[in-house]
Every structure is written in structure tokens, then in C-alpha cells.
T-cell receptor, first 112, second 111 residues
Framework: SQTIHQWPATLVQPVGSPLSLECTVE??????LYWYRQAAGRGLQLLFY??????ISSEVPQNLSASRPQDRQFILSSKKLLLSDSGFYLC???????????FGSGTRLTVV | GQQLNQSPQSMFIQEGEDVSMNCTSS?????WLWYKQDPGEGPVLLIA?????ELTSNGRLTAQFGITRKDSFLNISASIPSDVGIYFC???????????FGTGTRLTIIP
């Protein structure tokens, strides 16, 4: 069966520090991968999505970047965090047009 | 781009009550999905709908794909404490890989 892993679960980082959040999917090949951010009590904002290795589409200009170095690995990064980068970050995967997304358990990032 | 209007934004109900929420789209969708998010967790898929007019149940949950393809609703019967959370609708248009998510409905059960 397919599983998705996100880590870390929680993270407290100072302003100006770098960020690296990792997401991996097991049990499937060539998934579409997504990074979402959710502000407290708010909706889901799509940040990046990828349909293959090295293929990244950015939805919202911001202080973040994404990379997909391997088929089932999706990384969210920042060189210098801002206070406004705080939030709940969710990774998700999907296969094909007829399927929904499966979400990871999320990373709660607090920038202080 | 596609937009989803989800209502209500929040609901305060007593245990045992029925719940109804809906989503409307500015464009036609060929897939409607309903997710539930527990506090501190990622959303989990509850029901998927793929045909206009389709009515699908999952236990006490029932969802329908609107005939116009521009709306969907979710009903929860006889609510229980574990129903608390945020419910999101999501839709996908023809030929569009990405899902569009609604803004969520926060369900709270009053003791």
C-alpha cells in the first residue's frame, strides 16, 4: 500500500535561518506531488506541484522553493525564513486525473 | 482561475444533530471530493464523486455531485464528538490535473 511521510512534525526556527522540509512517498511510482501551506484555522494554499523529477511549478511567488531530486521525494526549502512563513505545511501525492490527493501528516513551522 | 465557495464557514451544533454543508463552483467540475481535517493532522479523503447526480454514502456521511456540475453538498447525520474538525470540498475541472479546494467548514459540537 502507498504511504506518505513528512518530517519533522514540528519545527521552531529563527527569522533568517534556512529551512528544509522533506516528503517521501512509498508504494507508488511517478506520483504527482504537492506542497500546501495552511495558516491557522484557514484554507489550503497550493505552493508548488511536481509531475516528475526536476519538474516544479510554483503557484505563488514567495520566499520558498521546492525541488524533486528523486521520483518519490519532494523537498520544500528557504534560504532565509520570514515571520510570515509560519504555518502548517502539508505534502500530498496523487496518481492520474481520477484520483484525489493523499496528504501527509504535516509540519507545523513556527518562525520566531 | 477556478474558485470554490464553501458554506457555512463554521457550524456550532449539539451532538445528535444533522449537518449540511455545500460548495459551489464558478465553473464546471468533473470530480468532487470531500475531506476532513482533524486538529494538527493532514486532511483525509471522505467521499469521492465522479458523475453528475451521483449520490454516495460513507457511514453517516452522504455527498452528492450536483446536476449542473457546479455544486456539491455533504450531509452528516446524527453527529458525534469525533465529527469535530474542518471539512473541505475539492473539485477538478476537465483536463485539469490540480484540485481546487474550498475554504473549509469548521464543525464544533457544543456540549
Amino acid at each position: 500500500s502507498q504511504t506518505i511521510h513528512q518530517w519533522p512534525a514540528t519545527l521552531v526556527q529563527p527569522v533568517g535561518s534556512p529551512l528544509s522540509l522533506e516528503c517521501t512517498v512509498e508504494g507508488t511510482s511517478n506520483p504527482n506531488l504537492y506542497w500546501y501551506r495552511q495558516a491557522a484555522g484557514r484554507g489550503l494554499q497550493l505552493l508548488f506541484y511536481s509531475v516528475g523529477i526536476g519538474q516544479i511549478s510554483s503557484e505563488v511567488p514567495q520566499n520558498l522553493s521546492a525541488s524533486r531530486p528523486q521520483d518519490r521525494q519532494f523537498i520544500l526549502s528557504s534560504k532565509k525564513l520570514l515571520l510570515s512563513d509560519s504555518g502548517f505545511y502539508l505534502c500530498a501525492w496523487s496518481l492520474g486525473l481520477q484520483r484525489g490527493y493523499t496528504f501527509g501528516s504535516g509540519t507545523r513551522l513556527t518562525v520566531v | 482561475g477556478q474558485q470554490l465557495n464553501q458554506s457555512p464557514q463554521s457550524m456550532f451544533i449539539q451532538e445528535g444533530e444533522d449537518v449540511s454543508m455545500n460548495c459551489t463552483s464558478s465553473s464546471i467540475f468533473n470530480t468532487w471530493l470531500w475531506y476532513k481535517q482533524d486538529p494538527g493532522e493532514g486532511p483525509v479523503l471522505l467521499i469521492a464523486l465522479y458523475k453528475a447526480g451521483e449520490l454516495t454514502s460513507n457511514g453517516r456521511l452522504t455527498a452528492q455531485f450536483g446536476i449542473t456540475r457546479k455544486d456539491s453538498f455533504l450531509n452528516i447525520s446524527a453527529s458525534i464528538p469525533s465529527d469535530v474538525g474542518i471539512y473541505f470540498c475539492a473539485g477538478r475541472g476537465f483536463g485539469n490535473e490540480k484540485l481546487t479546494f474550498g475554504t473549509g467548514t469548521r464543525l464544533t459540537i457544543i456540549p
